[in-house]
């Protein structure tokens, strides 16, 4: 999909998308054509905006410059994780946290069925040890959990 520019539709123009904003039109058109072939590709595009298109709305300035240029070339794929076992997926019984500890951030929560596990590229569903993570000991080691 990336080769054929499918995944310039998931950003905006700046950070190499088709298009100056994210259009839910072109996306839809296009997922409805994959799906003709198999129901994984048409739903695999949906799939990776939901893992795009929060840093698309809230992303900070850096961050943005950092991923959005990655998806919209394919080199990265976006995951989403929502549901989880004692809430499923509603949104407003989530209870995974994110607390902000120094420079850094620990998420403490389970998920389950997260989209685009195949490729696992922004998170992984196990826990660490000690409840800990060392970010920069997993950049440097390309653990699947960034």
């Known amino acids: 999909m990336a080769g ?9 123009k700046k950070y190499g998308g088709m298009y100056e904003t994210v259009r839910s039109l072109p996306i839809c058109v296009v997922r409805e054509e994959l799906g003709r072939g198999h129901n994984f590709a048409g739903a695999s ?6 893992g ?4 698309v709305l809230a992303g900070s300035p850096e961050i943005c410059k950092r991923f959005l240029p ?19 997926s509603d949104a407003g ?8 500890e120094g420079d850094s951030y620990r998420i403490k929560g389970t998920k389950c069925f997260i989209y ?3 490729y696992r590229p922004s998170c992984q569903n196990r826990p660490y040890p000690g409840d800990q993570r060392d970010l920069r000991h997993a950049r440097r080691n390309r653990d699947p959990w960034l």
């Open 52 to 55: 795009s298109y929060p840093l």
């Open 45 to 50: 595009i949906a799939t990776q905006g939901l």
């Open 4 to 12: 054929q520019g499918i995944c310039r539709l998931l950003v905006p």
């Open 116 to 118: 685009c596990p195949i």
């Open 70 to 88: 990655k998806v919209a070339s394919g080199e990265v794929v976006p995951a989403f994780a929502l549901t989880e076992p004692e809430a499923g």
């Open 93 to 100: 019984s989530l209870r995974t946290t994110v607390l902000k």
